[in-house]
C-alpha cells in the first residue's frame, strides 16, 4: 500500500498549485480520500475530505471558495487545486485514505506529505 504526494512547492500569495495524491495496492474506489495539511509548531488539520464514489466534497472553512478537492479512480490519483494561496496555507500537506465501509486503523493509509511554503 502506497499513497505517494507531490506538486508542493514554493509560490508567492495569490498563486496557485495543484497537488496530486497516486494511490497503489489498495482499490481506491472503495476509500474516501482526504488532504490534511499540519503547520510548524501547530495540529495536523482536516482541509478537504471527498466521498469513494459520487465525488462530494466537503472544505475547512479556511480553504472554502479556494481550494477544489478532486479524484479520478481511473487513474487511483486525487488532487488538490489551490488557488488564491496565503502565506497561512503554508505546511506540510498530507493525503488519507479510509475504507468507506470498514474505516479502522487497519484500513486507513497515510502518504509521506509535501511542503506547501506561500511566501513573497
Known amino acids: 500500500v502506497q499513497l505517494v504526494e507531490s506538486g508542493g512547492g514554493l509560490v508567492q500569495p495569490g498563486g496557485s498549485l495543484r497537488l496530486s495524491c497516486a494511490a497503489s495496492g489498495f482499490t481506491f474506489s472503495n476509500y474516501v480520500m482526504s488532504w490534511f495539511r499540519q503547520a510548524p509548531g501547530k495540529e495536523r488539520e482536516l482541509v478537504a475530505t471527498?466521498?469513494?464514489?459520487?465525488?462530494?466534497?466537503n472544505y475547512a472553512d479556511s480553504v472554502k471558495g479556494r481550494f477544489t478537492i478532486s479524484r479520478d479512480n481511473a487513474k487511483n490519483t486525487m488532487y488538490l487545486q489551490m488557488d488564491s494561496l496565503k502565506p497561512e496555507d503554508t505546511a506540510v500537506y498530507y493525503c488519507?485514505?479510509?475504507?468507506?465501509?470498514?474505516?479502522?486503523?487497519?484500513?486507513?493509509?497515510w502518504g509521506q506529505g509535501t511542503q506547501v511554503t506561500v511566501s513573497s
Open positions: 488519507r485514505a479510509v475504507h468507506r465501509i470498514i474505516p479502522t486503523p487497519a484500513r486507513t493509509y
Open positions: 471527498i466521498s469513494s464514489a459520487e465525488g462530494g466534497a
